[in-house]
């Protein structure tokens, strides 16, 4: 038999068109009648948000690499000018079905619940007088129309900004020359105005409309041939040379302010625009026809946020679910007295990140709380951690790593990491070169036994009490003395770059991260081939990383049961006969952001579970500053294996499994229109009865292994899509 290449471009798929298909599974949870109908907007909202960063950034990078010449070849055996054309050719195909999904499904519904979303044209007088008068208080004053020619040149336009172009030819002189005008709509204005409307009806109109309809007043002795709503989105990225600046914050804050102008990459414009609009903004932009997106709408969904938002209608969005509140101790001493009897596991969103927060304020309240160390890597704008950080500065020892080049997030941390530092926070910005993306927290406090002992908390998600309540992380809080040792020297390495030779029991990228991660699964690999046990389960928002691909084909190959729960991009192909026949992969994309990682590894019977803040993908384990942590509780492995991970592997609703043909496809449970969602099942069990800080396992029929696969599944055709590999029953059992 020929010797099988685990390099070969075939057995991978392209982590870009992965990730446009992981927002099309959003964009199918827009579609899905199953969800209440304003929840669908908001998905179709979010699947808007979501191309727009990735224009911003990746089609950013492709259009750069192409400018310099890169001959670079991605894994899947694609040049950068073949990957750009195949991202562009998904993209356009996208487009036209998220507007697909909105005028044909979205509004529609809306409109039979009496939402409307209107043109101009069909308001009422009365309506219609309350936008005139809104018109004239509120947006005419905002407004600075711009005729181009030789004396007035073509205003620059910033990133993702409303515009409204027109076409002119002036009523008096001009010989009949054709103008260009544009109007930038101030982001201060809402892009949705709410107008009256008879009874219970909610009526809303675009404010481009009312714009468009007021313009012969911006342009007094014009005649306004044609006009289209527009919006340019730009290069997003940050170009930084961080060894040769003197003060990364400032370099940081210009290079943020230089984002809103950075090159044009994406032309969105309305369906129907006249031809010369669009060529006169094509050449300006200097845009390829490729980059250019005609849609009947709307030009920005992310404005229907708004009517998410301001629609109040609760009976069409998700029933309120309020988390469970997790009371560790009634004071400070209680609280680390806890502690230091056990780990806390906490499950996010299911379990309140109050208990995290409480952690943190009592901390730096406490007398007896000598110093806090803390990163940052996200968080929200009025930030209860970040003021707790603050008052502690006055009291004692505070040190806190903020992440400066986060992601679109930059500007908000440099107004945290000034505001610590004028408290007296010791503040750094991590390594030259890494981004920190850990998310760790060191208490040192002198306890009444007269000892010193440190106390941590080590999460997968940010530090962010807001998005705590969407997405699903996990929190331990310890005072293990192993564990918090090596968190200790993990901030030693992020403000003295100050290596240990390992951070055991830690994995910490760039360090060691990806070879341990490879080191346990060739370690199962070598169990499956002796008879032992051996089963890998990891759940990650994206695995695109090669040599842990590979590893993961060579233990499918020796024999390993492996299931992947990947939310976004998986670059891996499941379900190859003789290279990846025993690895199945899933995606959940529900009501909640999947953004937990859990690594769980048999271990011949011996099962280990490390939780962390990184995914298998290149920037995660070569280029930040990322740790992993072992559960060591048994009591807390259990939880895992029997409450956990079953549930995820079992969901037949929110999940699509991933086919060797690179295609998701949803269980056959839920293309019947049943089906059990792995979220809606952690939020009842939340509720249930539990013992004090709900953090051992309960008493379950089976573990993972006994309830999630059963011996008739695990040898069905791998690359069948439709084969369930667990019951209603087991997932029962399990929780």
């Given amino acids: 038999m020929p010797r099988i290449l685990l390099d070969d471009p075939r057995y991978y798929l392209n982590r870009h068109v992965q990730w446009l298909d992981f927002n099309r599974r959003v964009l199918e949870e827009a579609g899905d009648p199953g969800n209440p109908l304003l929840e669908r907007v908001k998905f179709l909202a979010i699947t808007a948000n979501n191309l727009d960063e990735f224009v911003e950034v990746r089609v950013s990078s492709f259009l750069q690499?192409?400018?310099?010449g890169s001959s670079e070849c991605s894994a899947d055996g694609l040049s950068t000018e073949?990957?750009?054309?195949?991202?562009?050719?998904?993209?356009?195909?996208?487009?036209?079905?998220?507007?697909?999904?909105?005028?044909?499904?979205l509004l529609p519904q809306l409109a039979k619940e009496s939402i409307r979303v209107l043109r101009f044209s069909e308001l009422d007088a009365k309506a219609e007088q309350f936008a005139r008068n809104f018109y004239n208080r509120r947006v005419a004053p905002m407004l600075t129309p711009v005729t181009v020619d030789p004396s007035h040149p073509f205003p620059h336009v910033l990133n993702k900004a409303l515009c409204i172009s027109f076409l002119l030819r002036r009523r008096r002189g001009g010989n009949g020359k054709a103008y260009f005008g544009v109007v930038t709509v101030p982001r201060a204005l809402p892009r949705l105005l709410c107008v009256p409307a008879p009874g219970n009806a909610i009526h809303y109109v675009p404010l481009q409309e009312i714009i468009s309809a007021y313009a012969p007043k911006l342009y007094r002795g014009y005649e306004i041939l044609a006009s289209a709503p527009f919006r340019i989105t730009r290069n997003s990225n940050l170009y930084l040379e961080e060894e040769e600046a003197r003060n990364l914050m400032d370099a940081i804050d210009s290079q943020v302010a230089l984002r809103r102008k950075g090159w044009a990459v994406r032309l969105e414009i309305e369906t129907g625009a006249h031809a010369d609009i669009v060529e006169r903004l094509v050449t300006t932009f200097e845009l390829d026809e490729s980059l250019v997106f005609r849609v009947p709408g709307m030009v920005n969904l992310q404005r229907l946020f708004h009517l998410y938002e301001e629609t109040p209608r609760p009976a069409l969005k998700y029933p309120p679910f309020a988390a469970k509140q997790v009371h560790i101790g009634h004071d400070a001493d209680s609280l680390f007295a806890a502690l230091r009897h056990q780990d806390v596991l906490l499950h996010h969103p299911y379990e309140s990140y109050d208990a995290v927060v409480n952690f943190l304020e009592t901390a730096a309240h406490d007398p007896h709380v000598l110093s806090m160390k803390q990163t940052l890597y996200r968080t929200n704008t009025d930030s209860p951690i970040a003021r707790a950080l603050l008052e502690a500065a006055s009291k004692k020892e505070v040190t806190v790593v903020v992440e400066l080049k986060a992601s679109f997030d930059e500007a908000s941390n440099i107004r945290w990491a000034r505001s610590l530092e004028d408290a007296g926070v010791q503040v750094f910005h991590g390594l030259v070169g890494l981004k920190t993306h850990a998310k760790l927290a060191l208490?040192?406090?002198?306890?009444?036994?007269?000892?010193?002992?440190?106390y941590a908390h080590l999460g997968t998600g940010n530090y962010n009490p807001s998005t705590a309540r969407y997405y699903t992380d996990f929190s331990l809080l310890t005072c293990d003395e192993a564990i918090t040792a090596s968190v200790n020297d993990v901030f030693n390495f992020l403000t003295a770059y100050a290596e240990q030779p390992n951070y055991k029991p830690l994995f910490v990228a760039p360090r060691d991260l990806a070879k341990n991660c490879i080191a346990l699964i060739d370690r199962e690999a070598r169990n499956a081939k002796r008879g032992r046990p051996a089963r890998i389960i990891a759940k990650v928002n994206a695995l695109v990383d090669p040599p842990l691909i590979q590893a993961l084909y060579r233990a499918s190959q020796a024999g390993v049961e492996i299931d992947l729960i990947v939310r976004g991009q998986s670059a891996l192909v499941p379900g190859l006969r003789g290279v990846s026949s025993r690895i199945r992969v899933r995606s959940i994309v529900g009501r909640f952001l999947e953004h937990s990682r859990i690594f769980y590894f048999e271990n011949a019977g011996d099962p280990e579970i490390y939780l962390g803040s990184a995914d298998w993908m290149q920037r995660n384990l070569y280029e930040r500053v990322e740790v992993l942590f072992p559960l060591k509780d048994p009591e807390l492995r259990r939880r895992v294996t029997?409450?956990?991970?079953?549930?995820?592997?079992?969901?037949?609703?929110s999940a699509r499994l991933l086919g060797a043909d690179g295609k998701y496809s949803r269980p056959r449970a839920s293309r019947n229109g049943h089906g059990m969602s792995a979220q809606e099942q952690l939020m009842r069990a939340a509720h249930r009865p539990a013992s004090a800080f709900d953090t051992g396992a309960r008493k379950t029929k089976r573990n993972i292994n006994g309830a999630v696969y059963t011996s008739s599944a695990a040898s069905a055709a791998p690359d069948d899509p439709t084969t369930e590999s667990a019951s209603q029953d087991s997932l029962n059992a399990s929780v």
Avoid: S, W
């Fill in 443 to 454: 208490v040192v406090r002198q306890d009444p036994d007269g000892k010193i002992r440190r």
């Fill in 82 to 105: 073949e990957e750009l054309a195949l991202v562009t050719e998904v993209m356009h195909t996208f487009v036209r079905d998220q507007y697909k999904c909105l005028n044909d499904e």
């Fill in 642 to 653: 029997n409450e956990i991970l079953p549930v995820y592997l079992a969901d037949t609703r």
């Fill in 65 to 68: 690499r192409i400018e310099h």
